[in-house]
């Protein structure tokens, strides 16, 4: 079992950046992929990021590539979210998730935190 707790959204104007940060408890966290999702008003959840147990290998929806950058610290047991020239159209609630793999489903998530950018 792994507990993930967001934390580091905000209101942030065009332009601005964020870092996102993913607290798991668990003395595993370094055996599990993690990655971040995003859900905004009236659409479906969909992937930002993700990253390798070991840090070594990430991942990125095409259209964030260059402005998000997914890294993790596994003696803080914590996974980052660094988000640059941030644009309204990145307003949602973002989530993280524990998997076995980036490329299976992920089958632990956090609650969520608000990011929300204002033009």
């Known amino acids: 079992q792994v507990l993930l707790v967001e934390s580091g959204g905000g209101s942030v104007q065009a332009g601005g950046s964020l870092r996102l940060s993913c607290a798991a408890s668990?003395?595993?966290?370094?055996?599990?992929?993690m990655g971040w999702f995003r859900q905004a008003p009236g659409k479906e959840r969909e992937f930002v990021a993700a990253?390798?147990?070991?840090?070594?290998?990430?991942y990125y929806t095409q259209s964030l590539k260059g402005r998000f950058t997914i890294s993790r610290d596994n003696a803080k047991n914590t996974v980052y979210l660094q988000m640059n020239s941030l644009k309204p159209e990145d307003t949602a609630v973002y989530y993280c998730?524990?998997?076995?793999?980036?490329?299976?489903?992920?089958?632990?998530w956090g609650q969520g935190t608000q990011v929300t950018v204002s033009s």
């Open positions: 990253i390798s147990w070991s840090g070594g290998s990430t």
């Open positions: 668990g003395r595993t966290f370094s055996s599990y992929a």
């Open positions: 998730a524990a998997g076995p793999s980036t490329a299976q489903p992920f089958d632990y």
